[in-house]
């Protein structure tokens, strides 16, 4: 075992009243390391320093130390420091083994009280360390990435930033960042909007987060797509609303729906709707905005890849045919970018700006400075923007080897759905095949989908799987397609 060296100062309990100092250093020192809070192989300060920190004398921390020593607990010599033994004796760990409450007991014992809102919270997985394969779905193509060159820019911008800079920033988010943010959603999404109405936020999560807070009481009601997207459905019904299921067809959401009666916010995916992956018609879009405005509803458009689109013409935000300040438009750099990134954006109602970034000041306060600054840099010198075409050529390209390989492989197994945009589509599977165990036999196979299935409330009327296509080369797609009619074969 390697040794742990520390120039930490001690954080010891204090002796209690009448307590011989020296007898208090030794029973403190022995209780931490049969506790583990000093592990094996740590390094404790020197003599001179511990004693000038407790105000001992330097002679009672060498006889503290000789003694624990001689019994097994520290080891060392003048000269190399004072260690935590490596190995401790049997006896000192039966006495820990007897001295410790059992896990069930200190569970019972230190079970503090939660609020309602911890109840009501649900984990939620976040992505995997690991490399891709076919066909996982929601991630990008992190190797084509250019580092290299944001790191050139992170560097450049860390040698160059400011005192001021250092010190934060307004609530709302770096306004470089925001005015740049706020030039792109105008020209390539059709968003209408200035500065002030843009906020920085650490990501989707965080954007539903805020919203859930600042729009919902305990009982509200949340119309969801249905399928629709488990992520934000947990932080609505987290926030204690009620998350009603409405269906959806070709068009999008079914706004005459009877769940849409009572709600208070609509959350959507026009661009793009998740998990199905069509586009929402603009009749449907001018309806959803004719229907907030006589329920005094707000709209949450989450627009999370929209960016990329193979085919068709390109589509409006919902945001832009807004009249009456109705639509929380919001989208993330984790799809287009990369997910570690954690910086996303919103585009706010003006009656709602102050609300939101007095909300963002309590909590998070803003998002870190210098990765606001670096991608600031990176939208504002055009390489954002190759960046975009660049992978929306190799993305579409991924997506016609995926349905030229799946038209002959997959023939009369999965049907894959032609969409217009995003990192993933839908396979329709035959009629008697199960999804559940399309996903278990697929992945001993080395192939990884996931059932639609768990995207809905209601249930779909036939089965069906993700197959995300963006992040995987030409070869592990035809890989992919093979293993996986193998699998549906078997």
């Known amino acids: 075992m390697p040794r742990k060296t520390t120039t930490f100062e001690l954080t010891l309990p204090l002796p209690k009243n009448g307590e011989p100092e020296y007898r208090w250093l030794y029973t403190v020192l022995r209780n931490e390391v049969l506790a583990a809070r000093l592990a094996p192989g740590t390094r404790l300060p020197g003599t001179r320093d511990l004693a000038a920190q407790y105000r001992l004398s330097r002679g009672t921390v060498v006889r503290a130390f000789e003694e624990l020593k001689a019994e097994g607990y520290l080891e060392g010599s003048i000269g190399s420091g004072t260690y935590v033994s490596k190995v401790l004796p049997e006896s ?48 990008p193509a992190f190797d084509l990435f250019p580092m290299a060159l ?27 960042l925001r005015r740049a943010v706020a030039g792109y959603l105008a020209a390539s999404r059709g968003v209408k909007c200035t500065t002030e109405q843009v906020m920085i936020v650490s990501g989707a999560q965080q954007a539903f987060d805020l ?36 269906p959806v067809d070709a068009a999008g959401i079914r706004v005459d729906d009877i769940n849409m009666k009572g709600a208070r916010l609509v959350y959507v995916t026009p661009g793009h709707q998740f998990p199905l992956g069509m586009t929402m018609s603009l009749a449907r879009r001018l309806e959803l905005l004719k229907w907030a405005e006589r329920a005094n509803a707000l709209i949450f458009e989450d627009d999370y890849d929209s960016e990329y689109r193979y085919s068709g013409r390109p589509v409006p935000a919902l945001q832009g045919l807004d009249r009456s300040g109705r639509v929380i438009f919001a989208g993330t750099f984790s799809k ?155």
């Open 336 to 490: 287009v970018l990369f997910p570690s990134l954690r910086l996303g954006y919103m585009v706010l109602p003006e009656a709602l700006v102050e609300r939101f970034a007095a909300l963002q000041s309590s909590t998070s306060r803003h998002a870190p400075v210098p990765d606001q600054a670096v991608l600031a840099d990176f939208i504002e010198e055009g390489h954002f923007g190759r960046h975009l075409r660049r992978m929306r050529q190799v993305y579409g390209e991924r997506f016609g080897v995926l349905l030229e390989e799946g038209r002959r492989e997959l023939a009369g197994l999965v049907e894959i759905s032609p969409i217009e945009a995003g990192l993933q589509t839908c396979g329709w599977l035959a009629d008697g095949l199960d999804e559940r165990k399309v996903v278990t036999a697929a992945a001993e196979r080395g192939v990884e989908v996931e059932p639609l299935g768990r995207y809905s409330v209601r249930g779909l009327e036939r089965p069906g799987v993700h197959l995300g296509f963006a992040a995987v080369d030409e070869r592990e797609i035809r890989r992919g397609v093979r293993e996986l009619a193998v699998a549906l074969e078997g």
């Open 211 to 246: 919203a859930a807070r600042l729009l919902l009481d305990r009982g509200d009601r949340v119309a969801m797509e249905d399928p629709g997207y488990v992520g934000a459905a947990r932080v609505f019904a987290a926030c204690g609303a009620e998350v009603v299921p409405v």
């Open 150 to 176: 944001w790191a050139q820019l992170a560097g450049r911008r860390l040698r160059k930033l400011s005192v001021s800079a250092l010190a934060g920033c307004e609530s709302l988010g770096y306004p470089p």
């Open 92 to 139: 000192m760990l039966e006495i820990t083994k007897r001295t410790q409450p059992s896990a069930v007991e200190a569970k019972l014992r230190n079970e503090p009280r939660l609020s309602a809102f911890a109840g009501r919270v649900r984990p939620f997985p976040s992505y995997e360390p690991r490399a891709p394969r076919a066909f996982r779905a929601h991630v």
